[in-house]
DNA sequence: CCCATTCCTTGATGTGCGTCAAGCTGCGCC
DNA sequence: GGCGCAGCTTGACGCACATCAAGGAATGGG
């Protein structure tokens, strides 16, 4: 039992939220702090249940999704390791609009609500990087919007990939941005169709701007792919 | 000068941020505050522009919206009386993603983000209702995404009219909602030209849901409009 | 009283994207 | 090896919506 929380401190340690802590102010976190092991595909949570934390991914990948009435599915964010999700409810007395599923087998983190609550209360640093946490969040949430609003499909798409690359601003020469994961869900996550986005990804071959093999994506000319609208 | 003052720190203390605040406490809250009297159409902020603080209205009203590169606009936000904006912004390095515009004379107050900076500092409390504050703004972006993507637009404009109304759990008897504003403008909340929108409503008055009368939206059938789906 | 302006409606037409329905391709597994 | 399946692509078709273009219908000002 004391192992695994080891591992634990030490991963809580290491995220910008709780890097300044000292070992001891750790130890409190640490323990209302669980462990779950997820195989790929489990449902971590549904829309409906009730929210008493917030998670953390370790290692996997999971994906918030809602489901419509008639049971198709709209993917809201994929979650990467070192990130977090459901930090929000946290401070409303919801229950949850999304579900959660692991898109890959996952170790996760749950960190309890009343220890995040008490940190708030003893170290007010603590509560602004909630803050800047929860405004990071809303302020990706606003892009997304506006994209959707008034954005193509393929202008969604050529975002997406010129934003998944760090070195964007760097040289034009061509590298790869390989998809997080499969096609669908990432079409999905950019509101559009799996059949659409087969396309988009197509015309952009055409067009000379990308390449394609898999989930790995070469971007050929960042520069005209930034210009191309369709 | 000190008249106003007056003013301010007595809406202040109105408001659930502050309400739980000695008078004592809120001085300096509102010695860091500013009255800006804008006339209807005025631009408040731009895309790009710096964030020091935070707005709240107080009368009047104030439009949240984009701007593609086209030149077409799309409205993010209606902001009422007693609510606020610009606070997500206050906890990132960054400058305003959305514009902000008065749609009639308006009063507003802006609070210095130093004064928030302090008062989270000081007091958790504070902080807990800051951080609920962004967590019900983020909850309805969410609701706005979920909108977007798998509704259409008569199914957005039918769950607005019905969340507009506070006594939708009532009795279904009829009554009635009236727009904030233009058509034009809850056209494009919603995310549907204002001609689309206008034939929505006029779809909705043929199936005998509602009457319309200008920017008075009758409820005849709340039940009924809430299952109809075009 | 008329004209202008703003706001809204209505019609005709176009299109981006979804839907439905086959294929295709690679990969694990008996 | 070949079967089966999941993931992806491709084509044909349709629809919800936008766009473009004219009118009304209020409102206000000279």
Redesign the pocket.
């Known amino acids: 039992m004391s192992r695994p929380k080891i591992k634990t401190q030490a991963f809580l340690a290491s995220l910008p939220l709780f890097k300044e802590l000292a070992p001891a102010e750790l130890e409190p976190i640490a323990a209302g702090t669980t462990e779950l092991h997820v195989p790929r595909g489990e449902i971590i949570f549904n829309r409906g249940d009730p929210c008493d934390g917030f998670h953390l991914v370790v290692y996997g990948q999971v994906k918030l999704a809602f489901i419509s009435p008639q049971g ?1 599915e709209k993917v809201v964010e994929i979650v990467a390791p070192g990130y977090s999700f459901g930090e929000a409810l946290m401070f409303m007395e919801k229950p949850y609009i999304v579900m959660a599923q692991t898109l890959a087998d996952s170790l996760l983190l749950h960190v309890a609500k009343a220890v995040v609550f008490a940190e708030i209360e003893r170290d007010p640093k603590f509560a602004r990087k909630m803050l800047a946490g929860l405004s990071r969040r809303l302020h990706g949430l606003i892009s997304d919007v506006e994209a959707y609003s008034l954005q ?3 202008e969604r798409v050529v975002g997406y990939l010129l934003r998944q690359d760090a070195q964007e601003t760097a040289e034009p020469g061509p590298y790869v941005v390989t ?1 997080p994961t ?4 990432v079409a999905s996550r950019l ?9 988009i ?2 015309d952009l071959v055409e067009a000379g701007l990308i390449a ?1 093999d ?2 790995d994506v070469r971007i050929l000319e960042a520069g005209k792919l930034r210009d191309y609208h ?1």
């Open positions: 198709s193509s499909g393929t998809l499969s096609k669908a869900i509101n559009v169709t799996p059949e659409h986005f087969s396309r990804l197509h394609v898999g989930r369709g």
